[in-house]
C-alpha cells in the first residue's frame, strides 16, 4: 500500500522560499501512472491544486502561482518536492501531497497526513 | 478555470438519515467528477470516481450520481462516522477544481 509523507520547514520568514519533500513508498514513482502533486488547504478553506510532476519530469501548475512555483522529481530517492518562493502571508497553508491516477480513476487516490506552513517573520 | 459550485455549504443531519450533496461544473464535464470526505486534522480520502464508481472500501450507503453539468453524492442511513466535510472535484481538464466542501454535522 502507497504511502505519502511531506516534510520540511513548518515556519518560513516572509519572501522566502518554501521547501518541502514527499517521499514515497510502497510504490515506484517510476511506475509511470501517476501524476505526482501538491495540493494545498488554505485554513479553515477548501483545498487548492497547485501542481504536479510526472516521473519525466514533466510538470504542470496553477497558472495563478506559476511564477514562484517549482516542482521536481527525484527518482532515484522515491520523492518529489515544491519549492514556492517569495512567500507571504498568503502561502500560510497546510499543504498535501498526493498520487493522481491517470489511467483508473483520474482521482487523487493516496495523500500524504499534510504539513502545516505558516509563513512569519 | 471550470468552476465547481457545491450546494449546501453546510447541512445538519441525524443519524440514520439520508443526505444529498449537490456539485454543480461551470461547463461540461461528461462524468469527470470525484468526490473526497475530509474530517478534521486529516487529509481528504477518495470516496467516488467517475461520478458514480466507489474507491475500494467505501461503504455501500454512499452513491454518486450524475453527467453535464449537476452531479450529486448521497449518504443513505447516515453514520455516526460520516460527520465531514464533502469536496467534490473534476478530472475533465487541467487544472483540476475543487468544489468548496459541504459540511455534515450532527442536528
Known amino acids: 500500500q502507497v504511502q505519502l509523507q511531506e516534510s520540511g520547514p513548518g515556519l518560513v520568514k516572509p519572501s522566502q522560499t518554501l521547501s518541502l519533500t514527499c517521499t514515497v513508498s510502497g510504490d515506484s514513482i517510476s511506475s509511470g501512472t501517476y501524476y505526482w502533486t501538491w495540493i494545498r488547504q488554505h485554513p479553515g478553506k477548501g483545498l487548492e491544486w497547485l501542481g504536479y510532476?510526472?516521473?519525466?519530469?514533466?510538470?504542470y501548475y496553477n497558472a495563478s502561482l506559476q511564477s514562484r512555483l517549482t516542482i521536481s522529481v527525484d527518482t532515484s530517492n522515491n520523492e518529489f518536492s515544491l519549492d514556492l518562493r517569495s512567500v507571504t502571508a498568503a502561502d500560510t497553508a497546510i499543504y498535501y501531497c498526493?498520487?493522481?491516477?491517470?489511467?483508473?480513476?483520474?482521482?487523487?487516490?493516496?495523500w500524504g497526513q499534510g504539513t502545516l506552513v505558516t509563513v512569519s517573520s | 478555470d471550470i468552476q465547481m459550485t457545491q450546494s449546501p455549504s453546510s447541512l445538519s443531519a441525524s443519524l440514520g438519515d439520508r443526505v444529498t450533496i449537490t456539485c454543480r461544473a461551470s461547463q461540461s464535464i461528461s462524468s469527470y467528477v470525484n468526490w473526497y470526505q475530509q474530517k478534521p486534522g486529516k487529509a481528504p480520502k477518495f470516496l467516488i470516481y467517475?461520478?458514480?464508481n466507489m474507491q475500494t472500501g467505501v461503504p455501500s450507503r454512499f452513491s454518486g450520481s450524475g453527467s453535464g453539468t449537476d452531479f450529486t453524492l448521497t449518504i443513505n442511513g447516515l453514520q455516526p462516522e460520516d460527520f465531514a466535510t464533502y469536496y467534490c472535484?473534476?478530472?475533465?481538464?487541467?487544472?483540476?477544481?475543487f468544489g468548496q466542501g459541504t459540511k455534515v454535522d450532527i442536528k
Open positions: 498526493a498520487r493522481l491516477a491517470t489511467v483508473t480513476t483520474q482521482g487523487f487516490d493516496s
Open positions: 467517475a461520478a458514480s
Open positions: 472535484q473534476q478530472s475533465y481538464d487541467t487544472p483540476p477544481t
Open positions: 510532476i510526472y516521473h519525466s519530469g514533466s510538470a
